[in-house]
């Protein structure tokens, strides 16, 4: 039972570089999530997507973008990066947008991406 | 503005006894309230939650506590075991507009449970 999968687990870039993390669900959820985690910080919400097709803004987009073209999958690119991107980056998915509202619907989680930027 | 507030970076307790973590927040339109647990090089997993409109979820071992007036709430594991060891994230939940929900979430504080 696979759940969340991220891809790649590690990446170093320059800056400037682009790259795209890869985010795939095998439980037929509907909403998916990218979050980013710092240092002494909570998880921050990049971009999330309500369907297949359709992809809207969270707290922090600036520099990211997203692509949901498959239910299963959820992209998110990064078009010139920069040392403020580094960060570890967490897909998560959801079968609605309550996100564990009541306890039976949670967000899961993947094992994340660790980037950096030199 | 961090409308959902952990103030303790850390907590150490012994095995076997009570570890208690605690979450604030400002945002009185938050309608449910989750704790997720996190452990090193692992995405964070849902641990229990709770609505708006009760004051306590149990669920074995772990126990929520919410404080509406206090706008205050908080985890309670016993007894503590060393596997509990691991960052715990507040979350809160509320509508951002039309029917979508926006999850925050806290710093996270790091139980270290003692053998």
């Known amino acids: ?67 949901r073209l498959k239910k299963q999958n959820f992209l998110l690119g990064l078009e010139s990066a920069a040392p403020s991107q580094t960060s570890v980056y967490f897909c998560a998915s959801s079968y609605d947008l309550k996100g564990g509202a009541g306890g039976n619907q949670p967000q899961h989680f993947g094992d994340g991406t660790r980037l950096s930027i030199l | ?8 970076p850390s907590l150490s307790v012994q095995e076997g006894r009570i570890s208690i973590l605690n979450c604030d927040y400002t945002n009185s339109m938050f309608d449910y ?31 929520v506590f919410l404080n509406k007036s206090a ?11 060393p596997g509990d060891s691991a960052v715990y994230f507040c ?14 979430f806290g710093k996270g504080t790091l139980l270290t449970v003692n053998p």
């Not at chain 1, 037929?28 to 990218?34: K, R, V």
């Not at chain 2, 979350?91 to 925050?104: D, E, F, H, M, P």
Request: hydrophobic share 30%.
């Open chain 2, 71 to 81: 706008k205050h709430l908080s985890l309670h594991i016993v007894p503590s075991q």
């Open chain 1, 1 to 67: 039972n696979a759940g969340v999968t991220q891809t790649p687990k590690f990446r170093v870039l320059k800056t400037g570089q682009s790259m795209t993390l890869l985010c795939a669900q095998d439980m037929n959820h509907e909403y998916m999530y990218w979050y980013r985690q710092d240092p002494g910080m909570g998880l921050r919400l990049i971009h999330y997507s309500v369907g297949e097709g359709t992809t809207a803004k969270g707290e922090v987009p600036d520099g990211y973008n997203v692509s």
């Open chain 2, 33 to 63: 309230f989750l704790w997720y647990k996190k452990y090193p090089a692992e995405g964070p997993t849902f641990l229990i939650s709770i609505s708006s409109i009760k004051d306590k979820n149990e669920d074995g071992r772990f126990t």
């Open chain 2, 91 to 104: 979350a809160a939940s509320a509508r951002s507009g039309g029917s979508n929900y926006k999850l925050t």
């Open chain 2, 1 to 8: 503005d961090q409308q959902v507030k952990q103030n303790s």
